[in-house]
């Protein structure tokens, strides 16, 4: 089965145009409210991931409000209290959740200095806001605690209130000390693996040997368990043990797998053929539907070459460093569940359709996971807790999978072969380009499908389908289609996109979504065509860029790396990779150092990027220097491992990330600028991965078109 992608704002009637999510949460109270106790409580909907969002956003809060950050509390997203803002992802919450606060601490402070002008009789530009309190200059002074069961906040925004302007901002463009940094360094229980709610239960799941394997008997495992603390429960294929402790659980769970007889489905198909995944999508059905196209007039002089290469990514785990984790609770008419899923409304749209509920009968509450980089197996874990809190209500079940679920189980960043061809002149410059990206669909998120997107929906008795993932509209950002837009200044250009129809391994959004893929090909082409042509790699770039902000981070990162190191030992060279993230996002550009040895290890990324207005910088500087290291790990080593059957890459010995020994240095350099603010989490992976092939290739003179860039596949070519 298919599966819609529906627009946040489709079938809603708007008033007037308000910011970001506010749009379609335009009540003032479903963002603050003010507590006598000298508080702002911020209800934002966006999800703290380890991103620092709710440290940016307290700040927006507190400029707009004259507060002091002490003075600001974030509350945990829940779909009990905060507005529905979809899907924390795409590098889009400060756009999002961001202009949208800034418009309700501007209303909320307007409102409040009218209520304390109608009370001091005097008008309202006579007052000024400090740390809450309300000023008049003969010394009068209310405050927004003493005003708040006053001001009513439980109506629209009106959109006519101007915020802060940027010149007069204390708190945004300043280092802000992260909010959620604290208890994690202190190790105080933080995360949603902490949670012990009382008489808990905890369950481990037994999944299949592999994705078409259908559960033939579970007596004996069942029998094994009975003196054991421990029972079995089963629906269908769906299958997990539940104890009274977590050790428990897991020992009980080595006890009943190797006893549950599994048949594999006569009807499967074999999974592909790994080392030849570029010819497994050239052979496989697809929907084929240009992208976008820029066609010029005609050419000032005839093309006088065309060149044409291809690159490839594989299949990539979300590899999150604590596996995922749930407890729900189910009361007998309300479902709990705790998770930490990206999008907690989506969640509750599939878990009612799985138990056949209304979305008002269930709470998602958010809790902060360790790791997540796109739609891991949170959303399924927290089905799986609350199909066992079904099977035991009044009982809170805890779920956590083991790593072996997390690495094989989590949906996959899909394969995606890039085709790209150039004419160019005489001079080497481009003047048609073309660019086609195949592979499976980039969203299989929960929330925008008939029927549930969660995991443990597949195998019950009564079993959903299944569902093909898709992409989202290049306007909300892409899926494989992200950034195959070309950032430079092409005469003529146009792109199209082949999304299969079959899809062996789940695929779903991992971090960047197409962006990696379509960046590094087009990067790699880039200075391929360079060097055709014999000119540099970034006067090459240059020359065929005119947006002086794009200029300006390719020549702030390569001067400050020292471009084009000429002086570095033999085995060393320097690459560079850039981008304009989503081609509507930040700017940000990369020239990496590697060191050619037994294998590659990048040495230093010199980091230039363009985020408009910046609201914490050592955020910002946080957000890139961790999507870089990222980057060098799915560049340099990371790659999904199947057989016939199964996915074999289930533990870091067959899974290996990059090691903090392997962790290269990182300059970053944030462009000064009072643009609107723009996202910081996504836009460093697609150049990070570019320049690391671009120093592979200046350094050794062989040119890796297929990620990551092993040992294994530079000998191939040298051989």
Not at 305 to 332: E, Q, R
Not at 677 to 698: F, I, K, M
Request: charge should be negative; glycine fraction near 8%; hydrophobic fraction near 45%.
């Amino acid at each position: 089965m298919n599966m819609a992608y529906v627009s946040a704002t489709e079938g809603q009637s708007l008033g007037p145009p308000l910011p970001g999510s506010m749009q379609r949460n335009r009540r003032l109270c479903q963002w603050l409210r003010f507590s006598a106790q000298g508080y702002v409580d911020v209800l934002s909907g966006k999800v703290e991931l380890g991103q620092g969002i709710l440290t940016a956003l307290a700040q927006i809060v507190a400029e707009e409000l004259d507060l002091r950050l002490d003075q600001v509390r974030m509350i945990p997203a829940s779909t009990a209290t905060s507005p529905d803002e979809a899907v924390t992802s795409g590098s889009l919450s400060v756009q999002e959740s961001g202009a949208a606060l800034r418009c309700a601490g501007a209303e909320a402070r307007h409102l409040f200095i009218e209520a304390a002008a109608a009370l001091f009789a005097c008008a309202p530009a006579e007052l000024r806001t400090v740390d809450g309190d309300i000023i008049h200059a003969d010394g009068r002074c209310s405050s927004y605690w003493a005003l708040a069961e006053t001001v009513d906040l439980d109506r629209e925004a009106s959109g006519l209130v101007v915020p802060r302007d940027a010149s007069a901002y204390r708190l945004v463009g300043q280092a802000a000390a992260r909010l959620d940094l604290p208890a994690k360094v202190f190790g105080l229980p933080h995360f949603i693996h902490d949670i012990a709610l009382p008489g808990m239960r905890h369950g481990r799941m037994l999944r299949p040997p592999g994705p078409a394997a259908r559960l033939v008997s579970g007596d004996a495992a069942a029998a094994a368990l009975e003196s054991r603390e421990a029972q079995l429960v089963c629906d269908g294929s769906l299958v997990a043990v539940v104890a009274a402790s977590q050790h428990l659980a897991e020992r009980a769970a080595a006890l009943a797998a190797p006893l549950l007889a599994w048949q594999l489905s006569p009807a499967a198909a074999p999974l592909p053929d790994r080392h030849d995944l570029a010819g497994w999508i050239r052979r496989q059905p697809a929907q084929s539907a240009p992208i976008a196209a820029s066609e010029g007039g005609p050419a000032a002089a005839p093309a006088a070459a065309t060149l044409s290469a291809s690159y490839g990514k594989p299949y990539i785990a979300h590899a999150s460093i604590a596996p995922s984790c749930a407890l729900a609770l189910w009361d007998g008419a309300r479902l709990t569940v705790w998770t930490h899923s990206q999008g907690i409304y989506n969640l509750r749209k599939d878990l009612a359709l799985a138990f056949a509920l209304r979305p008002d009968d269930i709470t998602v509450q958010h809790a902060q996971g360790a790791g997540c980089y796109g739609h891991n197996g949170a959303d399924d874990v927290a089905y799986d807790a609350a199909w066992l809190a079904r099977a035991m209500p009044g009982v809170p079940v805890r779920v956590q999978w083991s790593r072996a679920d997390e690495l094989a189980w989590s949906p996959f960043g899909p394969a995606m072969l890039v085709d790209l061809e150039a004419d160019v002149d005489a001079s080497g410059a481009v003047l048609d380009w073309r660019h086609s990206v195949r592979g499976n669909g980039h969203s299989n998120r929960p929330g925008r499908a008939a029927t549930p997107a969660l995991l443990g929906s597949f195998h019950a008795a009564e079993a959903f389908p299944p569902l093909l993932a898709v992409n989202a509209p290049l306007a909300a950002g892409g899926g494989a289609e992200r950034n195959a837009q070309p950032c430079y200044d092409f005469p003529s250009w146009r792109a199209t996109g082949h999304r299969l129809l079959t899809m062996p391994l789940r695929t779903s959004a991992l971090r960047a979504l197409g962006a990696l893929a379509n960046v590094f090909a087009i990067e790699s082409f880039m200075d391929e065509l360079a060097l055709a042509a014999g000119r540099d790699a970034l006067e090459y770039r240059l020359a065929h860029c005119g947006d002086p902000r794009a200029r300006a981070v390719l020549q702030d990162a390569a001067r400050r790396a020292g471009w084009p190191g000429t002086q570095l030992p033999p085995e060393r060279g320097l690459g560079i990779g850039f981008a304009r993230y989503k081609n509507t996002g930040a700017w940000c550009a990369v020239v990496a150092e590697i060191e050619a040895g037994q294998e590659i290890r990048a040495v230093r990324l010199t980091i230039s990027v363009d985020v408009g207005t910046v609201i914490n910088p050592d955020g910002v500087i946080n957000q890139i220097e961790g999507g870089a290291i990222q980057a060098c790990s799915w560049a340099l080593k990371e790659e999904v491992a199947f057989d016939d059957e199964r996915v074999t890459s289930d533990s870091w010995e067959t899974y290996p990330i990059l090691r903090f020994s392997e962790v290269p240095a990182v300059d970053v350099a944030i462009m000064p600028s009072n643009a609107p603010s723009l996202g910081a989490g996504e836009a460093a992976l697609g150049p990070t991965a570019a320049a690391l092939a671009n120093a592979v290739a200046r350094a050794l003179g062989v040119r890796v078109r297929e990620l990551p860039l092993t040992a294994q596949r530079i000998t191939r070519l040298l051989l």
